[in-house]
């Protein structure tokens, strides 16, 4: 049985619901999402933890495991390579080929909002200034004017 304390999220973490939390926390779900899910206070593990060294020992054992299933659930390429420090032939590859894609857009002029990589910085149309006229009825002015 369940302790409740007025209004709210049961009070008593019971065997049973230590078990859930550290299996979700073993396949990979973080500390408040685990507690969301089985309806629980983000601090009750928290609390537990600080009260029992040997469920606290359980719940870091149990995040290293869900860290290493989250890792490995992210595919491999430039990020893992990046963020994740992963070195193999697969995320080199795409690290250096997106590393050389980007070194080519920068060198002809290229950005990620032209319509196609051919475009060169030649391309771009310079604002027009010929219709600018300075004077009381140029907002620039008016606008420069009041501050």
Do not use: W
Not at 132 to 144: I, K, P, W
Request: glycine share 8%.
């Amino acid at each position: 049985m369940t302790a409740r304390r007025g209004r709210g999220r049961p009070t008593v973490f019971e065997p049973a619901t230590r078990t859930a939390y550290l299996d979700l926390l073993r396949h990979g779900a973080r500390l408040g999402e685990a507690a969301d899910q089985l309806d629980i206070s983000r601090a009750t593990p928290a609390r537990c933890a600080r009260a029992d060294p040997g469920f606290a020992a359980a719940v870091e054992e149990a995040r290293a495991v869900g860290a290493k299933v989250r890792r490995e659930g992210v595919p491999h390429g430039e990020y893992r390579y990046n963020m994740l420090k992963c070195r193999c032939v697969v995320c080199t590859r795409a690290a250096t080929t997106a590393r050389a894609g980007r070194r080519t857009d920068t060198a002809t002029g290229a950005t990620a909002d032209d319509e196609s990589p051919a475009e060169t910085a030649g391309d771009v149309h310079p604002i027009r200034l010929e219709q600018a006229v300075v004077g009381e009825s140029s907002t620039s002015f008016l606008l420069a004017r009041a501050s």
